[in-house]
Every structure is written in C-alpha cells, then in structure tokens.
C-alpha cells in the first residue's frame, strides 16, 4: 500500500519536473509550446550520447542535459519563438507542432527508431525496504532531487529579483520595460530555465519512460494534463496536480488495472468543467 | 445505369489484361511496412531481413527479375489499405508483403480478396488475421506459437504459480489464452492475469501486484521496444529477489535490444522462433550480411520474418515457373518447406500459416555480448487456435 | 461614393449579400474534381481520402473558422462516426447511404452532448476538454473489444453496392464518386448556413461574444448548434472512410488525427470553408510525395513546412484566394481601402 504510494509519488514528481518548463511558458508567458516534450527528449539523448558512447557518469549527465537543452532552448527562442509572442495561440499550436515533427524525424535519422536504454550506476539500482515498505532507490533518488528543485524553483520566482522582474514583465511587458527591466532577455532566460528542466526532466525519465524518438508525442498528453489541471499561474498547482496524477495513476493500475487510463482523463475532464482554468487559478486568471 | 458498369467492366477487363504484358519480366513485390511512428523499428528491421535475402540470392527468380516496391504506412491502417490498393492498380504489383501490426494487415483483407493477390505477413501475428482472407501467407509467427512451449516447459520444471502479464491489444489477449490454456492442461495455476495497456509509460503498480502476489514466476509478453523498459523495471523492484522467476516470450529479450538492456536479462527464460545465436551455416551468413549492410544492427526475429518472406515469394515464383497469377502463387506457396536462418519452417497447406520449432533460451553472455542462448526445442509447433 | 449617399448601409448589405454568392473559382473547383474522375483514374484512391479528409477539415471549420474554438479532439466525431457506420453495416444493414446517415445523427448527439464542454473557459481548456473526450472514446473503443474488435480494428465490413446500384470497386472509382457527391452535398448546404444570418451571428460571436451577448445574441445556443453540426460532419466523414476501406482501426480516434485536420485546416486557410478542402488537396499531395522519396523521414519536412506557414503567417498564403476573380474578399478588401481613401 505504501509501496504503491510512493512509486506514485516518484512518478508525479517526474512528471511535474518535466512539466513544469511548461507551466513556466504557458503560464507566465501565455505560449502554449506542444514541443515542450521535444526538450524533453533532447536531455534524454544528451544522457544516453553521453554513458553510452563516452561512458560518462551518470552524475555528470543531469547538470549536461540541463545546460546543453537550456543552450538549445534560447537559441530557437532568440531565432524562432520570440516571434509568436503575441501570435494567437493557433499559431503557436501549430508552430510547435511542426517543431514536434521535425524533432522526431531528425533524433529518428541520427540515432535511429529504437528504445534507447542506460545503466544506472550501482548505488541507485534495486531497492532496500523500510519499515516494511519496498522502496526503489531511484525512485527516492527521483524525489529527492525534484522536492529539492521545486522548493529552489519556488523561492526563484517568488523571492528572488529575477523572479519579480519576470512577473513584472508578464503583467505588463510595456511597464516593466519603462521601468528599465529588458523583458526580452528575461523572456529568454526563462524559457532556458523552462526547456533546461523540462531536458533534466528528460534525462531522469529515461530509466523509468523509456525512450525513442516518438517521446514528445507520447508524453505530451500528461505534460498537457498536468498544465491545465494545476492551472497556470502557478508553480504549486502543477507541483500538486502532478502528484495527484502520478499517485492516481499508479493506484489506479494496481487496484483497478482495467480501468487505469480512464481514470486520468475522466478526472481531467471533470476538473475542467468544475474549474474551467485549472484548480489552483487566480481570479480572473489566463 | 448499365452503360456505365458497362465501361467500368471493361475498363476492369482491359486493364487486368494490360498487367501480365507489363509484368513480363519484372515482378514487383509490394513491401508495405511502418516506417515511421511507434513501430518504425518493426520496419527497419524487417526491411533489413529483405533486403539480406536479395543480397544473398540475387534479384531474379522462375526466370524473372524481383523489384521491391517499399512504402511507409506509418502504422496507420487506411493508409496500408489505401497503399496496397494502389499498389495493386498503380505499380501492378503480383505480391504484398510486410504489414507491421494485426489491424494494418486487418485492412488489407479486402484488397486481396478482390484482387486475389497473395500477402506474406512478416510481423503481424494474431490468429485472427489469416481467416480474413484466403491469400494470407504469414512467416512470422502463428498466435500464440512461442507462448505454449513456454508453458509446457515451465511445468515440466516445477514452475506451478504463475502471474501472467501481457499487454492489452489483439497479440497480448492470443499469447495470455494460448499460455493459460496450455498451462492449466499441464496442471498448473494461474494466479492471477495482469493486462497493461498499450500505451503505457510505466509499469511500477503491475510489477508490485505481481510481487505482492508472490507466485513462482511471471509470464510476460509486451512488444519489444516497451520490452526493454520491463526488464529493467523488473530488475529494479527485487521480483528475482523475491523468488519470482520471469518467463517470457522472446519478444521481451529482443535480439536487437539485449545488449542495451544489460546485466538485468542474465538468466531470463524466453521460448520463441529465433535467436540471432542460433547455429546454422545459414543463420551466420544472414547475421553477417544484415551486419554489414545496416550499420551493425543485429538482426532479431522481425528480420527473420521479412527474410523468410522474401524465400517464400522466390520459391513460389520457381514453382510457378514465373507465372504472376496470385491464385497459383498461393497454391505454390503451400505446403513449401525450407531451412530458414531460425530453423526448418514449412507453410501449413490447410491454413497458409507457419510451423515451426520453438526453442527455449536463456540469456547468457558469449563473449562480451549478450544472447539468447537456445537450449531445449520443441519441435513444428502449429498455431494452437488454428483448428478451434 | 458620391453618387450614392446612402451608400454605406446598402454597401454593406450588398457585401454580405455577395459573400453568399457562387464564386468563378468554386465551380470551377467542382467541375475539376468532377473531371478527376475520367482524368486521373489512377489516382482515385488518393482522391478520395482528400475528400474524405476535406470534409472533414470542413467540419472542424465550422466551429474553429466560424464559432472561434479551438479543439485538439475533432477525431472524436471522426472516429465515433466511422465505428458507428462499421458496426452498423457490420451488424445491421450493409447498404451505405442509410450508415452514412445514422452515423452522422449519432456522431450529432454526441456533438450535442458535449458541446456543453465547450462552452466555458480559455482556448487552452478547450483544447484539452475536446482532447479529453477523444482520449475517453478511443480508449473506450480498445476496451469494448466485443463490439469494436478492440486493438485489431473492425473487420469483417462489407459493404453493399451504394443503394442497391454502384459497387464499390478495386479502382476506387465509384467510392471518389461517392465520397465527391457527398461532399458536394455537405459543402453546399454549409454554404447556406454560414451565409445565413445565423452563420453571421457566430462570426459575431467569434470577434467578441460580449459584445455579440450585448446585441442581443446568446452564444450558448448558437455554439451548441454549431458544435453539433459540426460534429454530425465529421461522423459522415469518418462513415466515408469507413465505407470505403471497408475496415475501421483504432487509429480514427488517434491524436494524430486531430493534429492533422488542424493543419489542413490551417494550410488551407479557416474561415472560408474552402480552407479545409484546399488544405486537404496540398497536405495530401505534399505527404504522399514526400513519403515516396523518403519513406522514412517525410515527417520532418512536414514540419518544417509547417513552421515556415507559420513564420510567414497564414493570412499572407491563404490571401491568393482575395485576388480570384469576383471573390468577396477582394470586393471587401476594395470597400475597406475606398472608406479609408474617403477618410
């Protein structure tokens, strides 16, 4: 029973640092970026590049993935994104969609069509029991690190100065440039920061997702679900609806297996309609 | 009204005529595969297998020169349908081979039937499939033909609870019927029948319902790219700790994948129709040839498939004497026996399906690499729902 | 202008008028598809799943072109109608023209009850509501395996000759007919209703639906109508293909499918009904050419062309259709530079 809700928790907390570079885009800069997932996977392959053909340590692969996708990121921002800003979100849709496609043809050219698998170092393989409970040390390993980047991520958009000039740009982009903040060199970082979790979110989800050049499509669909079931405005109403999913999800498959995949959408949808704009939305909110 | 079926009859006429003189010394053979989308690997790997055997034997047969004609349905049923039809009228081709998945080659039924044009399946494997359409030919595999020997051998080694968990699509429900019914024949009990779905990201809350179950071991059959995840999965919860064994068909040991999938495969059982280990002049020479010819990928029993299927259209291409009609190239194809890469393998006269030997393999490291190392054979295993 | 003073009003309903009026370029789109038959009758595979998938862009341009929503599950209806038609051939009555339409009155219904979905929130909350429902039904029809063949598809569809007469034929030739007229049909009577002032009510709506609320138009009921003949399209759409392959797969409920229709719908421009059958002719074409020279990677250049449609902006691409002769978007264009030039 424990058991079951800790492998939920492990797997809502992936699923929220992977999603959470979404919430981030949508959220605060109104873009709804369906290639989030392609981010995703581009720190998956840096990982699986990185062990398998230069034997790096796994260690090592997380802050690289991070980096290198938050690199690849600003780049197509600075090129390709910045320009739909205040395009309607139909164009957006579609932009990245095209993004999506591209990205699967091209990971499908240079590393070809297959699951793609890494080992783990041994420290984090197999699982020891507390009290009784079965407890996976990647999954713990998992938590660790997301509870950790959460909190870090909380305190950086609420406390720090990078975080109320970011709001500050959002709320009212002309304000906050009369104000001398450059709101387009916030929007970039930020959207680093988004598509450098979402890689992290990528290269942790390997071992457990799995990973072949279909990723952005597959998970895009729970990326989505957590993004509009949390609402957008925030970092904690993503962070909870990602832990509801993932405990929801995986009890539901080990209690009632024949019925696991209704359970997300038929709870999606009946959030939707109770709260149009996400459970935890400010008033009046996007 | 009848003017205008009429011109569309003869029309028909003048074109059926037109496609033997146009044939006359090349046959097309239609290769419809997924290419892209989640089974393009299927694709990849069963192109490799044709692509071999014309490497190998050369391009001619019964005096006629092969083309292959390769399309990407992107595993997307009307699509296959639209392509094999088009490929029938279009390209005038006299075979249709491939089709990755049970509802593509589902699709293509009609076609042949209005066409009466053969189709060897090289991937699809339900047993549903072949009574769609009498110009079904299948060198894959029959059903659940891997899942019943796996079965029996688990019996006969004391093996008496067991979990099974398959994924939930047509194959899935085949394999877990196929291995319940043989398994509770041979006086065993299942404990419990786990279906995951198809699209399935993680498998944490099967595998802990298995542990908490506490059988002797576990049936698992899931479609190999999701194979790997599952073993690693499996390695990681403790179930071999735990004292539960895991069997398996050869889907979940997938040649092309076991050396990425590592140390947790080591000793696992699987029964299936091929092993790139096996022993045979003819499986090194095809190993060695697909090797070379696609950037060291090794071929697993996907590529047997579409290998086999390339011998099958050439063998019934001699018989015929190089005659196209698809009425006499089902007639020739069977019955057809031959040695495969996997082992001898013949085509079921009564229902154009492949028999064939099973083998039961354990994971075990040659050299530096991984293999499914084959150790017990049962030998012309038949569709077990053919006759039902 | 000066010689008619009262000219705004009367140039404004002559406009409106003239938006309803039969274009040079549309019957000659017609005639064209007509002519495919005797021109192309190699191709009339292809042909027919451009129409098929024309109409169904059709459907979605009902509701995104003219009511403004946006839905990431259209393929719901889609599937829902091409299963209701499979099943019912299958089990009741194989005789085509009656499964297309008991399709489209169940897709209808289904349309109708969960337009009330549609209804409230932002963009985003639609396209996971609509997305939602598609997900429902397709992992409903993998799990109803008794009734739908599950993960295998349905098989075992046959098909009578189309009332009785026409046989569907290896060619394909009287499925495109079939699948034209039915287009043809379905087009013409959606050109009555978006050119009603029903229709001009939604456009309406779709600028601003408060204002829209404060003339004196509900919203509610219009989107409901609107989403239910929309959905009720997209079932005979998803009937067609049914029919004509003979074969349902799971795949018609796929998301794929719903990203697709969107970008027909998108190449080809919303808003003027004709986007959807434009879009479907160049995607088509474009993804079957493609997937011949690279059968594995044509998914990329799909994608970049998208990007490009984007970052050169829709509007500017679909505007070649302003400069056909008599178009109504041209007439407006020149009313709108002569107002401003009077100014």
Redo the contacts between chains.
């Keep these: 029973m424990l058991t079951i809700l800790f492998d939920g928790i492990a797997y809502g907390m992936l699923l929220f640092v992977l999603a959470c570079g979404l919430s981030i885009t949508l959220g605060l800069m109104n873009f709804v970026n369906l290639a989030h997932g392609a981010f995703a996977m581009a720190g998956g392959y840096i990982t699986v590049i990185m062990m398998n053909r230069y034997g790096l340590s796994f260690y090592w692969c997380l802050p690289a993935a991070f980096l290198v996708t938050a690199l690849i990121g600003v780049l197509l921002e600075r090129t390709l994104y910045r320009r739909l800003y205040k395009s309607s979100h139909l164009d957006q849709v579609l932009f990245s969609i095209g993004l999506v496609f591209m990205s699967i043809a091209a990971v499908d050219y240079f590393m070809g069509g297959q699951q793609q698998l890494i080992s783990l170092p041994p420290e984090l393989r197999g699982r020891f029991d507390f009290f009784g409970v079965g407890i996976g040390r990647y999954r713990l390993f998992i938590i660790v690190l997301c509870a950790a980047l959460t909190i870090a991520l909380q305190l950086a958009l609420t406390r720090t100065r990078f975080g109320s000039q970011l709001r500050a740009a959002v709320d009212d982009g002309r304000v906050a440039r009369g104000l001398g903040i450059n709101v387009s060199v916030v929007f970039a970082l930020t959207f680093a920061l988004g598509s450098g979790l979402a890689g992290l979110g990528g290269a942790l989800g390997t071992e457990i997702l799995g990973l072949d050049p279909n990723f952005p499509l597959k998970f895009l669909i729970y990326f989505m679900i957590v993004v509009t079931v949390g609402g957008t405005s925030s970092i904690t109403g993503p962070f909870v609806a990602a832990l509801l999913l993932g405990i929801a999800d995986v009890a539901g498959k080990y209690y009632v297996p024949q019925a696991g995949a209704f359970i997300i959408y038929g709870v999606m949808i009946l959030v939707l309609i109770l709260r149009p704009h996400g459970l935890f939305a400010r008033e009046g909110g996007r | 009204m009848i003017t205008r079926r009429l011109f569309i009859a003869t029309t028909m006429v003048a074109a059926l005529a037109a496609t033997p003189s146009l044939a006359q010394d090349v046959v097309k053979i239609g290769l419809v595969l997924p290419m892209t989308g989640p089974f393009a690997s299927t694709g990849r790997q069963v192109e490799a297998g044709v692509r071999a055997y014309m490497a190998l034997h050369g391009d001619t047969a019964g005096g006629k020169k092969i083309e292959v004609v390769l399309r990407d349905d992107a595993g997307t049923a009307d699509q296959t349908r639209r392509i094999a039809q088009e490929l029938v009228v279009n390209e005038g081709v006299s075979m249709l081979m491939g089709f990755g998945l049970t509802p593509l080659a589902m699709s293509v039924a009609p076609v042949l039937n209005q066409a009466k044009i053969p189709a060897i399946i090289t991937s699809a494997t339900t047993s549903a499939i072949m009574k769609q359409s009498e110009y079904f030919v299948r060198t894959s595999m029959a059903g659940p033909q891997s899942a019943v020997p796996v079965a029996t051998w688990a019996v006969e080694n004391g093996l008496k609870r067991v979990v099974t968990l398959v994924t939930d699509y047509g194959p899935g429900h085949d394999i877990e019927k196929g291995f319940t019914d043989q398994f509770k024949k041979e006086g065993g009990e299942i404990v419990e029948a786990v279906r995951v779905p198809l699209q399935n990201p993680d498998f944490a809350p099967f595998l802990q319902r298995v542990r908490d179950a506490k059988p002797d071991a576990i049936f698992v059959f899931v479609p190999s790219g999701v194979g790997s995840v599952f073993m690693k999965q499996f390695a990681d919860r403790g179930l071999a700790d735990a004292g539960i064994k895991l069997i398996a068909t050869g889907d979940v040991t997938d040649d092309d994948l076991l050396n990425a999938i590592g140390d947790p495969a080591l000793g696992v059982i699987t029964g299936h129709f091929y092993s790139a280990n096996h022993d045979s002049p003819e499986n090194k020479a095809y190993v060695e040839q697909v090797k070379k010819a696609a950037n060291n990928m090794r071929p697993n029993f996907m590529s047997v498939g579409g290998y086999d299927a390339m011998h099958l259209a050439y063998a019934a291409l001699e018989k015929t004497g190089g005659d196209t009609d698809g009425t006499k190239l089902v007639e020739a194809m069977k019955g057809m026996e031959w040695t495969s890469p996997r082992g001898s393998i013949s085509i079921d006269p009564a229902t154009r399906d492949i028999v064939q030997d099973i083998y039961i393999r354990e994971v075990k490291k040659v050299g530096d690499e991984l293999y499914n190392v084959e150790f017990t054979t049962y030998e012309k295993i038949k569709d077990p729902f053919a006759a039902q | 202008m000066s010689d008619k003073p009262l000219s705004a009003s009367e140039t404004a309903i002559g406009l409106l008028k003239r938006a309803g009026r039969w274009q040079i370029w549309e019957i000659a789109l017609w005639l064209i598809a007509i002519a495919m038959i005797f021109v192309l009758?190699?191709k009339m595979?292809?042909l027919t799943?451009i129409t098929i998938l024309g109409l169904f862009a059709v459907s979605l341009d009902l509701i995104?072109g003219y009511a403004g929503i946006?839905s990431?599950g259209h393929t719901a209806f889609f599937g829902l109608g091409a299963y209701v038609a499979g099943i019912f051939a299958r089990d009741y009555f194989s005789e085509p023209v009656t499964g297309l339409l008991v399709a489209g009155v169940v897709s209808g219904l289904f349309g109708f009850a969960t337009s009330f979905?549609v209804l409230?929130?932002?963009?985003?909350?639609r396209?996971?509501?609509t997305?939602?429902?598609a997900?429902?039904l397709a992992?409903l029809a993998?799990?109803a395996?008794w009734l739908t063949g599950?993960?295998?598809?349905l098989?075992?569809v046959t098909i009578t000759p189309i009332l009785g007469?026409f046989e569907f034929?290896?060619?394909?030739?009287?499925g495109y007919i079939y699948a034209l007229v039915v287009l043809m049909v379905l087009t013409f009577i959606a050109r009555r209703i978006v050119n009603s002032p029903y229709g001009l009510s939604l456009k309406a709506i779709k600028r601003n639906p408060v204002r829209a609320a404060m003339l004196g138009i509900s919203p509610t009921r219009r989107i409901v109508a609107v989403y239910t003949i929309a959905a009720a399209y997209a079932g005979i759409a998803g009937a067609l293909?049914a029919q004509t392959?003979?074969?349902v797969?799971?795949?018609?409920l796929?998301?794929?499918r719903s990203?697709d229709v969107?970008?027909v719908l998108?190449i080809g421009g919303t808003g003027y009904l004709y986007g959807g059958i434009f879009g479907a002719i160049i995607f088509t074409v474009l993804r079957d050419w493609l997937?011949?020279i690279t059968?594995?990677?044509?998914?990329?250049?799909?994608?970049?062309?998208?990007?490009i449609?984007?970052?050169v902006g829709?509007e500017r691409i679909t505007r070649w259709q302003a400069f056909l002769p008599g178009s109504a978007r041209a007439e407006r264009l020149k009313a709108r530079k002569a107002a401003e030039d009077v100014r």
């Design positions: 009758p190699s595979l292809i799943e995104l946006v990431l979905l409230r929130g932002s963009d985003l909350t396209l996971m509501t997305f939602g429902v997900m429902l992992e993998n799990q395996a599950g993960a295998d598809g098989s075992g007469l034929d290896l060619w394909g030739r009287n293909l392959t003979s074969f797969s799971p795949d018609v796929a998301f794929h990203a969107l970008l998108v997937s011949v059968p594995q990677y044509w998914m990329f250049w799909i994608g970049l062309i998208l990007i449609i984007v970052m829709p």
